[in-house]
């Protein structure tokens, strides 16, 4: 099995390849002077000559293409077309932001979702039930920006009780965790809609199983019984929940960090794209992809530490 | 079903048999989940509201009156004015006719594209099947905004655009959810007997397979197109899409943020109008979702 | 099988369908050949029916499938009046298709449950360009379905409104709706209950006689198969073993798996006795079948050429031809008397 992981590993690399090609293929092929729109409409011949010789678009595409897979593997990822700057620079400098909030998102999510689920599973048909299904619905239908938004509002500008713009110190802990909370929250409060949906109906399912039965007969405490067998089986499908969520997370760090003006990997690709800063654009929806496998290994890794009998061959 | 001499009478009386019961079914469960009653009348008001907006908005809504600028509900604006003196309310219910048909046409786009190419790809199987469903798995592994933000960036921010951007990005998940119907379709002895009696692949694709495939999608293509309207409003959101005076409820919430301070209403009623059809659509889906399979599970849970 | 030449609708030569099986490992460790069908041949007349009789798995399904042509063959000749439909192609395949079809097992999943039976049996009519309106059509539509004994009343009803015998007969009409000369019926009242499957069986017999149809009718079940057969032929892991007239079949089987099946048929007749045969032994994978005959594994009569080599086809008459190295040799009683024992 662990032939398995290693295998997917490798394939991240074929996987990357292939996004590279895609993004450069949509950002190149499609028609549109990417200088024109750079330098304005009115732009004199020698300054569009100029540009085009800088950025190389007359080369032939197999030669622009292969500069661009070489510049990655040298981890050069070109320069930013709006300030110049090393993309790789400024990726950098952003990531820890983006990480940040996707960690505690995830977290948030999981810790309010999975309880929440089971209190509405064994609360079945309850007062309690009916809400927290009512509010899972209104969570997972609303855009992660207003979410952030009304947060924002409520807790941030009335409250005044966190801050609304920016990330904070990064060297400092409490300054990162006092930045993150309600961003994380405005995305997490989204998955742990969802997580709460899975939990509730996987758990209804598994408590229904003969297996529970037995071991409440043996005289187990109902909480061992609960967490030990219910929730071990509940687990998988829950965790597929966060994966599929993870896309839409990364999607939704574009939105929130718009919202918050919050620096991450969201807002530097949204401004690049207003931008048309190729470069930026280019090596960040790269990243992104990255991440999202990466991610999705690391989770089917957690599958097989909950339920040692998946066995990947 | 009784035995009647005549057999075209007896047609009759069966087709009235049945209409009947379909009938009394969708009321009985109308009246079991009230909720489910009032997101259908929801969704309808929406709808209509979108369709004779003309008709229903109070005002132009590209109409600007500075004098009224910023203003919280009074003075005929039933829900304020937002930063140019625009009615907010008439906006929102023209943003409704974009929203939602941009839900609608993108849902629609990738609903068709996706779910020809997985039927014809299961159909064909083989290594064709799999290479497409090498290059789905990985197009799915990319966050839908993302995709979206990308192909507008490319192609430039307008109404067709983004309806394009979305149905593409969205295709790949009705290509893998067709497909799997259509394998278990395939080994069904009637697909043997349509190419014994020499039907030809078309008709067979077209008119055996996808009729037969389609039900089980009815549930996601509803699901999909609240998904979309939420990937429209981003969209305009982060000012990539149908850019103002047009509203469409994403960029009356960007506008909206912009005067956050001073008017936070523009952006709540926007982001309200959004979670209401959304949500509608969400409960709608979920009620299709319990009908179609009854059987599966012993109670609603 | 007569082999006179006169009115020989079907005849098959050493049909082949093999499919290629992945063996284990990770990389591939190759692939081996599942022999479906291994060289079958007999002859149809017209008018006449051949029973096809064997096992689950036996590879009688697949024969029906390719001759046919919905699977492709993987070898042989399959001539049907007097022309290779393996070799045909496109347009030419498919006019011939309209003379030859195929009644299914599965009353529940041979109809498309989305189309009325008016438009299951309309729908090939109109394709093959055999009526010119949708007039005449419906009007053919219900004669059809008087024919098999349904109303006609039932054009526009879905097909889980049906019982499985009432599904079986609209298959029927299906099949009729080309007018075609030649019928496979695969298994065609396996799934029904014992009285319907009489029904169906009368249905196709008559059928046979108004419409002078040709019928190949593949079974497991001999009792039914007796009944409708002119010729049978038993099939064992892709070969044809023995083939005969149906008299020649039950009266004197020759190939111990014949007698093995026949002596499985409860004979209503308590003063009759008889005695068992019940196959031991492991049946052999059709993948890479070892050399020798197929049958050595299971068989109570076995010497040691059957391990060496493959038997050939033996005639015991005209029509009558088995596949064993012991039939029609003394050696044959001989054995049989020291497994009694």
Known sequence: ?313 | MSDIQNPVLAEVLHKEEIKEGYFKLALSNLRKYPLVGISLLVLFSLVFMAVFAPWVAPFDPYQQDFVKRLQPSGGGHLLGTDAFGRDLLSRIIYGARISLAVGLMATGLAALIGTVLGIISAYVGGRFDGIMMGIVDILMAFPMLLFCLLLVATLGSSLQNVVLAIGIAMAPRFVRLARAPTLSIKEMEYMEAARALGLPHYRIVFFHVLPNVIGSLIVVITLQVAAAIIAEASISFLGLGVAPPVATWGNILQEGVGQLRNAPWISIYAGTAIVLAVLSINIVGDALRDIMDPKLKGEKR | ?341
Request: hydrophobic share 45%.
């Open chain 3, 1 to 341: 099988m007569d082999n006179q030449g006169k009115d020989v609708m079907l005849r098959v030569r050493d049909l082949k369908k093999y499919f290629p099986v992945k063996k284990g490992g990770f990389f591939g460790g190759g692939t081996a050949l599942l022999k479906a069908v291994d060289g079958i041949s007999f002859d149809l007349c017209k008018g006449k029916t051949m029973g096809l009789v064997g096992e689950s798995g036996c590879g009688k399904t697949t024969a029906g499938r390719a001759i046919l042509r919905l699977i492709e063959p993987s070898g042989g000749e399959v001539l049907f009046e007097g022309r290779d439909l393996a070799r045909l192609k496109g347009s030419e395949l498919t006019k011939m298709r309209s003379k030859m079809q195929i009644v299914f097992q599965d009353p529940y999943a041979s109809l498309n449950p989305r189309r009325t039976v008016g438009q299951t049996i309309t729908e090939p009519m109109m394709q093959h360009r055999i009526f010119r309106n949708k007039e005449s059509a419906k009007k053919r539509v219900r004669e059809l379905l008087e024919v098999v004994g349904m109303s006609a009343g039932y054009m526009d009803r879905y097909p889980h409104e049906f019982s499985g015998g009432q599904r079986q007969r609209i298959g029927i009409a299906r099949a009729l709706a080309l007018n075609p000369g030649f019928l496979v019926c695969d298994e065609p009242v396996s799934a029904l209950d014992v009285s319907i499957q009489a029904q169906i069986i009368n249905l196709l017999e008559d059928l046979q006689k108004e419409l002078g149809l040709t019928y190949m009718f593949i079974s497991h079940d001999l009792k039914v198969v007796r009944h409708i057969s002119d010729h049978i032929g038993i099939m064992y892991l892709g070969k044809i073993v023995e083939t005969g007239t149906t008299r020649e079949i039950y009266d004197s089987p020759q190939h111990p798996y014949t007698k093995a099946l026949l002596s499985a048929i409860p004979v209503p007749d308590p003063t009759r006795k008889t005695v068992r045969i019940i196959l031991t032994g492991d049946v052999p994978s059709p993948v890479d079948p070892p050399p020798g005959c197929r049958f050595q594994s299971r068989c109570y009569i076995k010497e040691k050429i059957c391990r060496d080599e493959d038997p050939v086809i033996k005639n015991i008459t005209a029509t009558h031809r088995v596949m064993c190295h012991l039939a029609v040799s003394t050696g044959l009683e001989a054995a049989e008397a020291r497994r009694v024992q």
């Open chain 1, 1 to 313: 099995m662990l032939k398995y992981f290693i295998r997917r590993f490798i394939l991240l690399i074929p996987i990357v390849f292939f996004v590279m090609t895609v993004v450069f293929f949509v950002m190149h092929v499609i028609p549109g002077d990417p200088t024109y729109v750079m330098l304005g409409e009115n732009a004199s011949p020698e300054a569009v000559q100029e540009l085009r010789k800088n950025l190389k678009l007359d080369d032939p595409l197999w030669l622009q293409y292969t500069d661009f897979i070489k510049g990655f593997l040298e981890l050069d990822l070109g320069k930013s077309i709006q300030n110049g700057m090393p993309v790789t620079k400024l990726i950098a400098r952003v990531f820890p932001y983006t990480l940040d909030l996707t960690v505690v998102s995830t977290i948030f999510g999981t810790a309010i979702g999975i309880p929440l689920g089971i209190l509405s599973a064994l609360k079945r048909n309850t007062l309690f039930d009916s809400m927290s299904r009512v509010i899972s619905l209104v969570g997972i239908s609303a855009p992660p920006f207003f979410l952030g938004i009304c947060l924002l509002l409520v807790m941030g500008y009335y409250l005044g009780l966190f801050p609304i713009v920016g990330g904070g110190d990064q060297g400092n802990i409490l300054e990162r965790l006092h930045y993150m909370v309600l961003p994380s929250l405005s995305m997490g409060l989204i998955l742990a809609a969802y997580v709460m949906r899975m939990t509730r109906s996987c758990m209804l399912e598994v408590i229904r199983e003969d297996y529970m039965r037995t071991a409440r007969a043996k005289g187990l405490g109902e909480a061992v019984v609960i967490y030990k067998h219910g929730l071990r089986n509940a687990l998988i499908p829950i965790v597929t929940v966060i994966a599929n969520y993870m896309g839409h997370m990364l999607g939704g760090a574009v939105l929130i960090e718009t919202v918050y003006s919050r620096p991450g990997m969201g807002k530097l690709l949204v401004d690049a794209i207003m931008a048309r800063d190729y470069p930026v654009v280019q090596a960040t929806i790269i990243v992104f992809a990255f991440m999202v496998a990466l991610i999705n290994l690391i989770l089917d890794l957690v599958y097989t530490i909950i339920n040692p009998r998946i066995k990947y061959n």
